[in-house]
């Protein structure tokens, strides 16, 4: 109900305005964009991220990881730099030794950088992200601390390279839908095939495809920014891929040579794309998602005036104690896996009498673009609630992504988080937090600070 409202008020907001093309009139071209994008595909078989149950490294790519650099400056000369990767996600090791480097290179504050990671299982594991989850050893972590140091440099270089690309451009936005994501939690895997076609696929979803297009004096398209809320989880075998994103931004290249496609995953860490779990799957869901995507640029969208306002925060999230000791023990002579490798670690830093952390610094930035869209990006694997509230509470012009300048943890909302299971609570351990759960007020933190961020950039385009 909530999804069928949305999407009606989507399509009066956006609806087509009397022009059949998109503006291409000097006059309007009061943005600068700015492009560039690296390989970043491993040239080591180094370990690869996001399932515990790999054995062993990578074997080869199916296709290349990239890196994907937009850079937007206002008329006032208001910088904002967007990075879409093909990785599981930015850890704050990377994030921050970023953050410094483009500060001293570049002048940029944190307000201004936006790191997304596109969530593929496929790509490699990155500085301190998840070990516990990987039967690591120590060569291998030599490889990834290694791989995540060229990683550095190449994403703070190819910054560099799109920011001495600025040209004239118009910036416009749109919204599509596309269906396959499916809520996890609400519904069996192997039921879904037959559970769609009886239309009764269960819990809430974000189908929706926020759109935002730059294009140059001539109309023709530079960079198409896209978000979709569901895990790009279709692979889990062997080789670097993209993964569906990776598919889509493949696709979507291929149709507008010379632009790049970037995307940037939604609220999705509860949904998944099903069925899957083969290469063609893959390749169909990418080449919906970028049909999605053409559809939106192929109509009229709203034009976006050349005002660019940022704001970034750590918001303190609160995480619950630790299991008493004799539980981290038991857990710690159990089976070999993430929680026996988490609960030992515990169990060293008590012993040693290491401080444990009780909060954590979250990172929440808002961009307020024209005086219409507001894009909101929020760290970790955040599930689709949040996407919900915040589009319900400041407009359907709010563009939520997730998995951005910092992937520490699941994001449950209060309703996942009680509810518990792998989002509200198991994966904190995966995740390998000094904590197996949030503290209950994680929602209320978060949407806070969001609605405080967002009074304020709005008050700044004012
Ligand atoms: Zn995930």
Redesign the pocket.
């Known amino acids: 109900m909530l999804r069928i409202h949305s999407l009606l008020f989507c399509l009066i907001l956006f609806a087509p305005v009397s022009r059949a093309a998109e503006p291409a009139k000097t006059g309007d071209l009061k943005w600068k964009a700015g492009l560039a994008k690296s390989v970043i595909t491993p040239k080591q078989p180094i370990w690869m991220a996001?399932y515990g149950s790999r054995t062993e490294p990578a074997e080869g790519a199916l296709h290349d990881l990239y890196i994907r650099v937009l850079v937007l400056e206002d008329a006032h000369g208001q910088r904002g730099v967007i990075l879409s990767s093909d990785t599981l996600g930015i850890p704050k090791s990377i994030y921050d030794d970023v953050a410094k480097q483009v500060e001293q290179q570049f002048q940029l504050k944190r307000s201004q950088i936006l790191l997304h990671g596109s969530?593929t299982h496929c790509g490699p594991v990155l500085r301190g992200a998840l070990y516990d989850a990987y039967p690591l050893t120590d060569s291998e972590i030599e490889k990834i601390n290694t791989y995540s140091d060229w990683l550095t440099e190449e994403v703070v270089a190819t910054i560099g390279r799109a920011l001495q690309d600025l040209k004239p451009a118009t910036v416009s936005y749109g919204i599509g839908t596309s269906d396959f994501g499916v809520n996890r939690r609400t519904n069996r895997e192997p039921d879904v095939p037959i559970l769609r076609e009886q239309n009764l696929l269960m819990g809430p979803v974000d189908h929706t495809v926020p759109v935002l297009a730059v294009r140059n004096n001539d109309g023709k398209l530079m960079a198409a920014v896209f978000a979709y809320a569901c895990?790009n989880t279709v692979l889990s075998f062997q080789k670097w891929c993209g993964d569906y994103s990776g598919f889509a931004q493949y696709d979507l290249e291929s149709k507008h040579p010379g632009a790049m496609a970037l995307f940037c995953m939604g609220c999705g860490?509860d949904q998944n794309p099903i069925p899957r779990r083969s290469v063609e799957l893959a390749e169909t869901y990418g080449k919906k998602l970028s049909a999605s995507v053409d559809e939106v640029l192929s109509k009229p969208m709203k034009p976006l005036s050349a005002s660019l306002n940022m704001k970034h925060e750590f918001v303190s999230l609160t995480m619950q104690p630790l299991p008493k000791t004799e539980e981290l023990e038991k857990m710690a002579a159990g089976a070999i896996g993430y929680s026996q490798r988490w609960a030992n670690r515990m169990l060293k830093m008590i012993q040693s009498n290491t401080e444990i952390a009780r909060e954590y610094p979250y990172p929440v930035s808002t961009w307020n673009l024209g005086s219409d869209l507001v894009w909101v990006a929020l760290g970790g694997?955040v599930v689709v609630d949040y996407s919900l509230r915040l589009k319900a509470e400041h407009g359907e012009a709010t563009m939520i992504t997730a998995y951005a300048n910092d992937v520490m943890a699941y994001i449950p909302s209060r309703r996942v988080l009680m509810e518990g299971g792998y989002e509200g609570q198991s994966s904190m351990m995966i995740y390998g937090l000094p904590t197996e759960r949030w503290a209950e007020d994680v929602e209320e933190r978060i949407a806070k600070a969001v609605g405080q961020l967002i009074e304020s950039v709005r008050k700044g385009n004012q």
């Open positions: 996001g969530h895990h860490a694997e």
